[in-house]
């Protein structure tokens, strides 16, 4: 089925490890998003990448890293996990600036 | 930055009230605003996308208006049914940064029956 997916939808890891979240799309849009959702703090801007290769930090970036090889793929990886990162993530695609965004349906993190 | 600040939180109204959603940016040179719906535990879905061009945008029940020179969108509910609860985010494009949005904390709506 076409869309954005996110995986896995829920997870839970012990502090210090590396953990990565995958985000999918099969539009061939050219912009990817990571958000994370807080209560208190609403949706704040992790990386977004506007192209294959192309990545750019958002507000919140310290402890993330993220690669897009592919236009499909955007994977987020938490170097060394803290319980500060405990949140729900979310993906999010568009086919250029003009459109607006599709979200995926989140992942829930829990860092223990 | 661009601040994006949406009142009420929260507005819990009867079934069938025709209701309205305030959204307010602090820099009017926006590239385009969109509206969001969010079910408890679940992701965004897009409402309305309006491009900052437009004065309005609607789907069935909904319309959404942009005043750009008063920094202020608003999303209008006609009609208002208890499937319409969930909270409301409207998001918010800079024109010297198009590539992201800035999200407002949104207002949580509960209609009742």
């Known amino acids: 089925d076409a869309g954005i997916t996110q995986s896995p939808r829920y997870k839970i890891t012990e502090t210090g490890r590396q953990v990565t979240l995958m985000c999918h799309q099969t539009w061939s849009h050219s912009y990817m998003f990571w958000y994370r959702q807080d209560l208190g703090h609403g949706l704040r801007l992790i990386y977004y990448s506007a192209a294959a290769d192309i990545t750019d930090k958002g507000e919140v970036s310290d402890g993330y890293v993220v690669s897009r090889s592919k236009t499909e793929n955007f994977p987020l990886t938490l170097e060394s996990a803290t319980r500060s990162q405990t949140s729900v993530y979310f993906c999010?695609?568009?086919?250029?600036?003009?459109?607006?965004?599709?979200f995926g349906s989140g992942t829930r993190l829990t860092v223990v | 930055k661009q601040e994006v600040t949406q009142i009420p939180a929260a507005l819990s109204v009867p079934e069938g009230e025709n209701l309205v959603l305030n959204c307010s940016f602090t820099?009017?040179?926006?590239?385009?605003l969109q509206w969001f719906r969010q079910d408890p535990g679940k992701g965004l879905t897009s409402l309305l996308l309006i491009q900052s061009s437009q004065r309005e945008q609607t789907s069935g029940r909904l319309n959404a208006s942009l005043d750009k020179s008063s920094g202020r969108s608003t999303l209008y509910i006609a009609a208002s049914q208890p499937g319409d609860s969930a909270t409301y985010l409207c998001?918010?494009?800079?024109?010297?940064?198009?590539?992201?949005?800035?999200f407002g904390s949104g207002t949580k709506l509960n209609v009742k029956p």
């Open positions: 999010a695609s568009s086919l250029t600036a003009s459109y607006g965004y599709t």
């Open positions: 998001a918010v494009k800079r024109v010297d940064n198009f590539n992201k949005f800035y």
């Open positions: 820099d009017s040179a926006i590239y385009n």
